[in-house]
């Protein structure tokens, strides 16, 4: 059964500090693996998908590795804005359903 | 649509009453999911449709759950005589094929409460 883990639980940095969130997953037979960012009370919004045969993703600000034969992710967050306040999700698609992390809260101190 | 719409956005709901959540998926996506994230919880997957293939039951934790998907579009979860364990954020999403190959695309999600 596939496991995702995701370190720090929680984060608190000051504005413009870079800063990295671990996902690890226990089985690399993997189609792709997508960040989400979760606003309290809000719905999930697609950060970065990196399909199982690609390194990495940008968008922005934001760049997402994948290193698959060893089971982890990470996402890098540069020069971090308060905005960048959420619930960051990491998730793997291994078939018919994503499998999710528990999450890291970031809270971003102006 | 431009993306995934769920409705209600909120439903407060007497226990033993059933309720139906409703989800409308991106135009053209033939897969859609149903998740449930209950308060300090992850996402639980509950069921995945995919084109005309039988769905994929296998997360629904129990008989008072069911969901139907009508003419590979819109689809309905429906829950039986409500529990206030049944209390969570639901969501759907749904991704142009079946393996989540172009990616998932989440709903607002509808929060339900059971008093």
């Known amino acids: 059964k596939q496991e995702v883990t995701q370190i720090p639980a929680a984060l608190s940095v000051p504005e413009g500090e870079n800063l990295v969130l671990n996902c690890s997953f226990t089985?690399?037979?993997?189609?792709?693996l997508q960040w989400f960012r979760q606003d309290p009370g809000k719905g999930l919004t697609s950060l970065l998908l990196?399909?199982?045969?690609?390194r990495e993703q940008t968008s922005g600000r934001l760049n997402a590795s994948l290193d698959k034969s060893s089971g982890r992710s990470t996402l890098y967050i540069a020069a971090s804005q308060p905005g960048d306040s959420a619930t960051y999700l990491c998730?793997?698609?291994?078939?018919?359903?994503?499998?999710f992390g528990g999450g890291t809260r970031l809270m971003v101190k102006p | 649509g431009a993306g995934v719409s769920q409705s209600p956005s909120n439903k407060v709901t007497e226990k033993g009453k059933d309720v139906e959540l409703r989800c409308d998926p991106i135009s053209g996506h033939t897969a859609l999911y149903w998740y449930r994230q209950s308060l300090g919880q992850g996402l639980e997957f509950l069921i995945y449709f995919q084109g005309n293939s039988a769905p994929d039951k296998s997360g629904l934790p129990s008989d008072r759950f069911s969901a139907e998907r009508t003419g590979g579009s819109v689809s309905t979860l429906t829950i039986q005589r409500t529990q206030q364990e049944d209390s969570a954020v639901y969501l759907c999403?749904?991704?142009?094929?079946?393996?989540?190959?172009?990616?998932?695309?989440f709903g607002s999600g509808t929060r339900l409460t059971v008093v």
């Open positions: 998730a793997v698609d291994a078939g018919n359903m994503l499998t």
């Open positions: 999403a749904s991704s142009l094929e079946g393996r989540g190959m172009g990616g998932y695309t």
């Open positions: 990196i399909q199982s045969s690609q």
């Open positions: 089985d690399s037979a993997i189609y792709n």
